[in-house]
């Protein structure tokens, strides 16, 4: 916000609002005029008020503002100051008159010509400063419909770095293209891309039918490979396509402020502080110094995960941006990106001072494109959407019907948290409003404190840590009864956030021995596999991945965040328990759909053990999974003969009329002998 002694905003389309400081003819003006450079139209006063430092009038104009035109208010002793575009931009009539459709902006190439395009209608001037070979000019852009600003040049520049000057609200701005698809390290300037050179090409994978069909895996580019890139990754594919997962959820890989990509080093951290959602993280390519080097780097992790039939999801963050002042989306629209409460005030839901106003026509537009845009390039399968509460449901149920048009098997979910913003708590995209998203999926918060225990509190036990009062409640998150449907809870009891899972036990099991603690993770592990919904694992978790207990890592060093292989090796078993489950709940098609659960699942509990069975298996098969976290062996008896299929010890075989299940441990039975 200017801080000047006097300041002039556009509210709406006839509605200004001037603050006049104390400190200025005691803050008080007779007359106020609007100006454009040619006449001088005098402003109605509707009120006036009083306040400790400064006065504000609200004043009308009964003509028509000419949106992007840079006008002036003059107050008295003849004294001017810029009128700034602010919350005219959150009008419905702003959107109806700016809303631009087109697929065109960014940088798009021709057969001869390199076009431009940004949307900007509150900006008086727009040119572009572009640098190609040995050549540097600055071009005006000319105006077009919508606010958009355009420019073509010859001939087909690839590899071109350019900037927008963007004139608005009185000042120059220097931004990169929102619609960018590349960058210099750190975001210094955009580069101009040819998407065809690095478009994956669409492999045949085993559909999902349904989101339980999905076994997710949740990793960072840089804690899951000693050089820390995308390249880096591929040789550890190998492992994960054994493990059995189907889905590789990556931690952001979009553009992020907080590691500087030159000097990666220096300092890590996760990357939830978007900067550019079409552009990759510099730090994860295998040379920055060539910025379409990540492009080839990214494409060849994903086309080589889907040759291994994994997926590849993305985490993403349209909940807020790196820094508000210095924002690409704040510099070239000023107040329209971001919501703001009935006060005029920047909501902080986010707890990062900008919630992102996903209901407005083109930020919900530009989210959408950005979601398309790595599909339809990259054949991205699925998105995870960070602090998924901030945007609204109407953006998400849209965001799904567009890609599902181009990904029949797209995934989508989130965190549903119910988010402090200002938006209706029934527009809110938060797990409580689960039946108005019915293809968004959520991270249930429930499932994971009920069977490991309190996230907030390392000390207090859940279902599998001990805490046998929570039987029941534990029988019902394994029939996935906490949303509208089953398939739309992503069971997990550790993810990036909070302490590890062994971490967790390592404080709340602190009388248990080692060997002790080990068969918990094991037990943690199995009902988020073996439960109805869908199975979420964190990497490493699968062989006790400590962080030293500390809860929120995002940016300590690499030497606490790196997975480390002297684990992965000290705890074969725990892998190999895990890929056996997994291998288990995809071959006998454990998930059921909605239609399905009330008749082929049910569970029982008995001394705080669960007996949990599913029927109607594949494999002609009924599966009776029997969830023991006491300290005493279980005997569970039945008539006639089963098929022992696991118990983490024996060789599958056939059993009849008893089987003693081990203390903290799973036993998996099928009615069916001869599978």
Avoid at 282 to 305: C, H, K, M, W
Avoid at 616 to 623: A, E, K, Y
Wanted: glycine residues 6%; aromatic residues 12%; negative net charge.
């Amino acid at each position: 916000m200017d801080d000047g002694l006097v300041r002039a905003y556009l509210d709406d389309y006839r509605e200004i609002e001037v603050i006049i400081d104390k400190k200025f003819c005691e803050g008080k003006s007779n007359v106020f005029y609007l100006m454009d450079g040619k006449l001088s139209l005098p402003l109605e006063l509707i009120s006036s008020k009083e306040h400790i430092t400064y006065y504000s009038y609200k004043l009308k104009y009964s003509g028509d503002i000419d949106v992007g035109t840079e006008y002036q208010i003059m107050v008295a002793n003849a004294f001017k100051c810029v009128l700034q575009y602010r919350f005219i931009v959150k009008t419905e009539r702003f959107d109806q008159q700016f809303g631009y459709d087109g697929d065109d902006l960014g940088s798009t190439l021709t057969d001869k010509y390199t076009k431009f395009a940004l949307w900007a209608p509150t900006a008086s001037r727009v040119k572009i400063e572009i640098e190609y070979g040995d050549k540097r000019k600055t071009v005006d852009m000319h105006r077009t419909e919508k606010g958009v600003f355009r420019l073509t040049i010859a001939p087909r520049c690839i590899g071109a770095v350019y900037r927008y000057l963007v004139r608005v609200n009185g000042q120059w701005h220097q931004v990169n293209d929102p619609y960018g698809k590349a960058s210099l390290a750190n975001s210094e300037r955009s580069v101009v891309v040819d998407p065809e050179s690095y478009r994956v090409e669409r492999l045949h994978l085993p559909e999902l039918w349904r989101y339980s069909d999905a076994v997710i895996y949740e990793t960072s580019v840089r804690d899951y490979s000693e050089e820390g890139t995308f390249r880096g990754m591929i040789s550890r594919l190998p492992y994960l396509k054994d493990l059995g997962i189907t889905s590789l959820q990556l931690m952001p890989v979009n553009d992020f402020g907080s590691v500087d990509e030159n000097n990666p080093e220096l300092f890590y951290n996760w990357g939830y502080d978007p900067v550019q959602y079409f552009a990759l993280e510099g730090s994860y390519s295998s040379n920055v110094s060539e910025p379409l080097q990540i492009l080839t780097d990214f494409r060849d992790l994903v086309l080589e995960a889907h040759r291994q039939c994994i997926r590849i999801n993305l985490d993403v963050v349209f909940n807020h941006v790196y820094y508000l002042k210095t924002s690409i989306f704040n510099q070239t629209v000023p107040y329209y990106f971001f919501r703001y409460d009935s006060e005029g005030r920047l909501c902080d839901g986010t707890y990062c001072g900008n919630d992102v106003d996903s209901n407005r026509y083109m930020v919900r537009k530009y989210i959408i494109d950005v979601l398309k845009y790595f599909v339809s390039q990259f054949d991205v399968d699925g998105f995870r959407f960070d602090l998924m509460g901030i945007l609204d449901v109407e953006t998400m149920n849209q965001a799904y019907e567009t890609l599902r048009a181009l990904k029949s098997d797209v995934m989508l979910y989130g965190e549903g948290w119910k988010m402090n913003t200002a938006l209706k708590e029934e527009e809110m995209a938060c797990s409580s409003n689960s039946s108005l998203m019915k293809q968004i999926a959520f991270f249930n918060d429930s499932f994971r404190d009920t069977i490991k225990g309190s996230t907030f509190d390392a000390a207090l036990k859940g279902y599998a840590t001990g805490k046998k009062n929570l039987t029941e409640e534990a029988c019902d998150l394994m029939k996935g009864a906490t949303y509208s449907r089953a398939e739309q809870s992503v069971n997990y009891v550790e993810c990036h956030d909070d302490m590890t899972a062994y971490d967790k036990l390592a404080v709340c099991c602190r009388e248990e021995d080692e060997d002790r603690i080990n068969d918990r993770v094991k037990l943690l592990l199995g009902m988020v596999i073996l439960a109805q919904g869908i199975p979420f694992i964190h990497s490493g978790q699968e062989f006790c991945r400590s962080k030293y207990g500390m809860s929120n890592t995002y940016n300590q060093p690499d030497s606490v965040n790196k997975l480390k292989e002297e684990d992965r090796e000290k705890h074969r078993d725990i892998i190999s328990y895990v890929k056996t489950l997994i291998n288990i709940r995809r071959k006998y098609r454990i998930n059921k759909n909605a239609d399905h659960i009330e008749t082929d699942v049910e569970t029982e509990a008995v001394r705080g053990v669960i007996i949990y069975k599913v029927a109607s298996c594949s494999g002609n098969t009924d599966l009776t999974i029997i969830i023991n976290p006491t300290d005493a062996t279980f005997d569970y008896r039945f008539d006639g003969y089963q098929k022992l299929l696991f118990d983490g010890q024996r060789n599958p075989g056939i059993v009849g009329s008893i089987v003693c299940v081990r203390p903290v441990s799973i036993t998996i039975l099928g009615s069916n002998i001869d599978d």
